[in-house]
């Protein structure tokens, strides 16, 4: 392989991975906050023990999150320094002020949070989890706004042949950015609602195979209580909240993407059209939306596929928000295209030996076409499930199906399934440009750039596949390490968060929690620690 | 002399001061683990001085290499890919570190904490060394061609000052932390830390002691040796403060040390960022590697508002755990009994 395709790999699966921790992180962070606020308020103890365990999940994931987070931002400058060089002057400020102004905020508040229980009070540290949660919700507006400059360069011009700043104002409120952050806020939450949604119903089904919890003469829940450490009625309670929380957020957060996704689609019609062609399978112009089509995708001159089921209209609806303005297919635009940005990569250094090569305009269509309906599919299928298990769950518990419990637990996959498709979509259909054109600017000093300059010059393709393979090594070991650790504080229950709800033997400087209310059998000795590693 | 670069250098150089003022114990109090604690309890104990704080510290790295590229763009680039193995080992180091500092402690299981106990110990001493040789040699240069490329190969970077700079970072970490440690414990381990500081004091400070010299007889002013020799004041003050015991004043002197030091280093190099061992033409300095006056003037504004504040919630979370941490506030080992005893997702139905 090439440097450049084992470079694009390589960032491809970080990202994909990184990206599967981060939704977590801010899905669940957000929940967790509102549990803890519950809790606070009302002083139920469920809502604690909520708290706790859910917390808990989250911190597992959430350093997973921060770890690759590192990678991300590092491998910029390692393997991609062409791009950085290029793109510095608007891209990098994003990043610099994603980290000073978010992630220290999120990283130090919630040093706090973990290890404040005892030393702040319980308003403070309620306070210190939001801070962390709001800052990893400007984390992610930061980075989409970095994104969406590739995506649609605004706010900058061409001065000795690359772009700088002109306008801050334009890139921080790029329109592009302000339709992806909700959308991926509202599929961050998706993940959260599926994750809660998922594991409350595995512990449900649980309780009721167990014996505790049985259903009365007029078909509702009987919850009771098992002589094991935690499993008593307030856990009854923790799971059905949590499940019909999720449930909740799970449906919220569908509607919420299909709305800003439409609007993301409109836009992307007008600034990316070639993306969206490809998405389709369209080639020539028209009005149907492709339901499926067949023949192959990868096809450069597009001539042998064929719209199996198509529906007249929608594709006008989801470009332009009528039923009759044909839109452009992928044939007419690829003239448009070589002729605005020409057939072949200039005779220019920084193209190496890829210099002189026919460009190919249009994306990889399968990925396209295959990433768009999984984004939607897996979305949809997600919030269907949610309805659903609403439904099932209405006389307080779930049915004692094992077949259900397991669709309920691998159905945690399925919004990480669509945050996934929906990323590589939008990154592979923006190729083969690593910084998109801007139709809104004319002439020859628009901003843009091909992904075959990106590449770093002076690193070798040895080193480059050094990299992917010890990355992917590490990746795929602290995936398993992970998943593992999270079955295993999953299986525990809420004791897993909660020791001190055990009655076995502990050590006298028990680790006890104070209520709101300023009861708990915390001793003097115990205020140093909270949370101990 | 541009203004905005200079005050974005003089702010990366700030940045990494930072890293190194704070990473700095944790990293040391990391390759402790192995080298100075001496049963489960002790590592808990050091573990748990940075538990609350590390993870803030380390934003500083991400901060310092985020304000480079914003910055000075063709000085990320050009470093960053010029050491690309070197970083990846330090990429996996701290990766490996903080998945470690977060889950050595949720399964009870001995042969589960000695695995990450290698992952902290070997992930900080790596992650040290690397940032220690990557900051060295953008001091003394790498072979880099006019667009800033490494030539040679992908061990061109390699030079002695690699390895000054990787154990100047290793022994600062080192003898910081245990400054630290005898701050922030109580007990045998505060004892035995401040011990080992006097003791090892001179040793573990002259690799960076000769990379400051070395950079000064290259290019040294002035000001930026009288900064050395105010750093040796400053080690000898830390060393006698520890010695009559007084902990507080022996960190911060080493804080003084640090600083006086980097600004020695930085300072001597300055105006040039990284330069070209090829040809002194291919240089980059601040000059010829910066964003526009726009870019840096943005951010000048975000960083005169966001870095004092980012110093005022730190320092308050460092006053909040304040407390020194000894073996008796140490818990029972996390261990539970789980509510579902038999192997998820398996049913008998």
New interface residues.
Partial sequence: MEALEIARWQFGITTVYHFMMVPLTIGLGLVVAVMQTIWHRTGKVEYLRMTKFWGKLF??N???G??????Q??Q????W??Y??F???????P???????A???E??????W???WK??KPAIHLACLWIAVVGSVFSAYFIIVANSWMQHPVGAEI?DGRP???D?WAVFTNNTALVAFPHTLMGALAVAGGFLLGIAW??LW?RR??GIDTIGPDGKVVPGEAA????DKT?YKVWIRSLRIGAVVAMISFAGTSLTGDLQGKLMFEQQPMKMAAAEGACHDGTGFSVLSVGNLGSKNCDDIVAVIEIPGILSFLANGDFTTEVRGVNGLLDQYKADYGTHLPDN?IYGERAGQEIQYVPVMEVTYWGFRMMIGFGGLAALAALVALWLTRKGTVPAS?WLM?LA?FGILAPFGANAAGWIFTEMGRQPFVVAPNPDLNGIDQVFMFTAAAV?????A??LL??LI??SA?YGA?LV?EVK?L??????????AM?EL?N?P??E???ATPGPDGTGTAKP?????AF?? | MELLPTVWFIIIAVLWTGYLFLEGFDLGVGMLMKLFARNNTER?VL??TV??????N??W???A???T??????W??????????P??VV??A???R??A???????DNDSWRARWDWAIALGSFLAAFGVGAALALTTTGMPL?A?????G??MAWFSGYAVLGGLAVVGFSLLHALAFLALKTDGDVRHRARAWFVRLLPVLLLPLAAWALAIQFLEGKPWTWAAVVLAVVAAVAAWFQSRRGAEGHAFIAMGAFLLLGSASIFGAVFPVVLPSTLDPAFDLTIANAS??D??LG??SV??AV??PL?IV??AW?YW??R???SA?????A???????AV???T?K?
């Fill in positions: 911190l597992i959430f350093i997973m921060v770890a690759t987070g590192i990678v931002e590092f910029f400058g390692m393997a320094s062409e950085s060089r793109v510095g002057d608007v891209f990098g400020a990043l610099a002020l994603e980290s000073l102004l992630f220290f905020v990283s130090t508040f919630l040093g706090l973990i290890f404040g030393q702040l001065i700088v700043m002109t801050a595995y512990h649980r195979k167990d094991i450490p935690g499993r856990d250094p094992p397991r637990v770093s010059p002076g690193v070798s040895g080193e050094t990299s010890v990355l590490v602290l390490v650790l079955v295993t504080y999953i299986r525990g229950g809420v004791v897993s020791p055990a076995a502990v050590d400087n028990e680790d000795a115990d205020d140093v620690l101990a590693y | 808990r573990l748990n538990g609350p704080v590390w993870d803030g380390e934003v790295l991400i901060t290499g985020a304000a590229f914003a910055a000075f763009p063709r990320y680039a050009s470093l960053f890919s010029a050491l690309y193995l970083l990846l990429l996996v701290l990766i490996f903080a998945v500092f977060e889950y050595r402690g949720k399964v061609n667009n800033g490329d490494r030539e190969g992908a964003s526009s726009y870019t943005l951010m975000v960083a966001g870095l980012v919630y730190q979370t909040v755990f407390r020194r941490v008796a506030h140490i818990p029972a996390h261990s539970f009994l789980p509510a579902v192997r998820a997702f049913t139905d």
